[in-house]
Structure formats: C-alpha cells, structure tokens
C-alpha cells in the first residue's frame, strides 16, 4: 500500500468508526459498518457495508427513513475528511447478520 493510500485509509477508518458510533447509539439493533475501497479508483470505488443484527430490524429499517438517516450520517463524518463525492444511494448496502 502506498503511503498515501495508507494515509486516506487510516482516515476513512477514524470517519467511518466514528459514523458507526453515532448510528449505533440513534438506531436501534443496527450492529455494525465495514468498508472496501480500491485507492486507484478512490473515491467511486468506496463502497460501505452497514449491518442490523437481524432481518426484521433491517426490513423495519428499509422501510422506513432509517437508511436515509444513516446514508446522511456516513455523509456528513466522510465530508469532515474531504470526501464529498459519495453518493450513499451506489456506495453503501444494508444487510443483516442473520
């Protein structure tokens, strides 16, 4: 990994943990977020990972604004660290642990 891609990675890692943080103490059963990224491609190739700890809650969340409000969160914490262009409707799933 090049310098700077280890660089951007550790700052994603801070962005996304603290977006995690906030999302687990406004969203019920909602576990966990992980990311992927391809530094050649960065920052279309940013692609995050959010995870309920059942499918009913992930169904409740989808159906409701949940998954808005947490695209807006992982939003606002990536735009702290200069990552405006990310568009949370492509760049990020929402899955069970189930």
Known sequence: ?????????NQLR???????E?????????????????????????RVSCFFTNS????DATSSETCASIGQIIKVHLS???I???D???QITFSSED
């Open 80 to 82: 702290k660290i200069a």
């Open 84 to 86: 405006t262009k990310f």
């Open 88 to 90: 949370d409707s492509k």
């Open 56 to 59: 009913s809650a992930l169904l």
């Open 22 to 46: 906030e999302i687990k103490d406004n969203v019920e059963e909602f576990a966990w977020l992980t990311h992927q990224v391809n530094f050649e491609q960065f920052p279309q190739s940013l």
């Open 14 to 20: 801070h962005a996304l943990t603290n977006a995690c």
């Open 1 to 9: 990994m090049k310098k700077t891609h280890k660089k951007i990675d």
